[in-house]
């Protein structure tokens, strides 16, 4: 039993420092190749890593629980985040090539922010669909603790910009950041009850 | 909050699972309540002195351990 348990944690640990350093590596992709089209094979890595390891984690530790409305959550997660990446190239593609001028350059702007938005309701649709009340409560701590996490951040950030003291940042970053930070705030929520 | 979830699911002879599939809540819900980390809400500790047959009170206490 013992044993089971440790070898338990030491999987989940495993599955923890994957995800990790898929994103760190996604970043470092992503910082090292700016400006080349490598940029997004960085970007696939840090957004698919965690999901694909929170996925083998829950496939292959003992008594690890896929509860149903966390497999639909996890694949609607999936799902959208491939069209978000195939819009969101598409829609660089043709500003590359100079096409989105004029009123179709909204649709195109506005094009890769919807999966992204997609991606809050396929959230809250996780609350009202899981029935466990106390993994309820466990999802939304971790939802809240990013959100202000991510909201202090954004704060921060941006009066250091306002002050000139560090790069500008794009505002898409800030759900990016809130989605990327749900990782640790999860297990940190859960922690709570151990 | 204390409760008597182990000893009542023990003289069942239960694991945690058997429980948590009884009551259609997850293992580590089970876990959490058992070990006082987590206060089930009204409706859950009704489900949970219903499968045992006892009153809400048999099972929770409020009393200092």
């Known amino acids: 039993m013992a044993s089971s348990l440790s070898s338990n944690a030491h999987l989940r640990l495993l599955m923890i420092g994957l995800g990790g350093a898929g994103v760190a590596i996604g970043l470092a992709i992503i910082l090292l190749t700016w400006g080349t089209g490598w940029g997004w094979a960085g970007a696939a890595l840090m957004s698919f890593s965690p999901m694909i390891a929170a996925r083998i984690a829950s496939r292959t530790v003992d008594g690890a629980e896929m509860r149903p409305a966390l497999r639909r959550y996890g694949n609607r997660l999936a799902a959208i985040m491939v069209v978000y990446f195939l819009v969101l190239m598409g829609a660089v593609s043709l500003y590359g090539q100079g096409l989105t001028a004029g009123p179709l350059g909204y649709v195109v702007a506005l094009t890769p922010a919807a999966p992204l938005v997609g991606v809050f309701i396929i959230m809250g649709r996780l609350l009202r669909e899981e029935t466990d009340e106390f993994l309820r409560d466990v999802t939304r701590t971790a939802f809240v603790w990013s959100g202000a996490l991510t909201l202090c951040e954004a704060t921060v950030w941006g009066f250091l910009e306002t002050f000139g003291k560090v790069p500008h940042v794009w505002m898409w970053a800030v759900p990016v950041a809130f989605f990327a930070q749900l990782g640790l705030t999860g297990p940190l929520a859960a922690r709570k009850y151990q | ?65």
């Open chain 2, 1 to 65: 909050m204390n409760n008597r979830l182990k000893v009542l699911r023990a003289e069942r002879n239960w694991s945690q699972a058997d429980l948590a599939q009884r009551l259609d809540v997850s293992r580590q819900s089970v876990n959490a309540i058992e070990t006082g980390k987590y206060d089930p809400s009204l409706p859950l500790a009704f489900r949970i002195a219903r499968l045992f047959d006892l009153s809400i009170e048999q099972i929770f206490s409020d009393a200092p351990a």
